[in-house]
């Protein structure tokens, strides 16, 4: 039933901005989940970026601290990753997902940054 629907990647020069969106269908707990952003870079493994609970507490990774901003409607069941000063580091396939993880994943989103 619950489906995990990401977009808003793209082609971003250094220094750019993007804005992702995750929309979480047919879960009606999404107002008390706390909601994740993973990125995985060709040849690595699955990493956290970021997380929001439910009442609005953050949480980020060291790498993206002051660059990046989670946040949520839960009006939407729809979660936000809005990036800046994107580097090629941050080259990678975006995901979302619940924390702790439901048992799959969504097709992501691409974002690659140009030097």
């Known amino acids: 039933q619950v489906q995990l629907v990401e977009s808003g990647g793209g082609l971003v020069r250094t220094g750019g901005s993007l804005r992702l969106s995750c929309v979480v269908v047919e879960e009606s707990f999404f107002r008390i989940l706390t909601m994740a952003w993973y990125r995985q870079a060709a040849g690595k493994q699955r990493e956290f970026v970021a997380s929001?609970?439910?009442?609005?507490?953050?949480n980020y990774a060291d790498s993206v601290k002051g660059r990046f901003t989670i946040s949520r409607d839960n009006t939407k069941n729809t979660a936000y990753l809005e990036m800046s000063s994107l580097s090629p580091e941050d080259t990678a396939v975006y995901y979302c997902n619940r924390l702790p993880q439901y048992n799959f994943w969504g097709q992501g989103t691409q974002v690659t940054v140009s030097s």
């Open positions: 929001i609970r439910g009442g609005g507490i953050t």
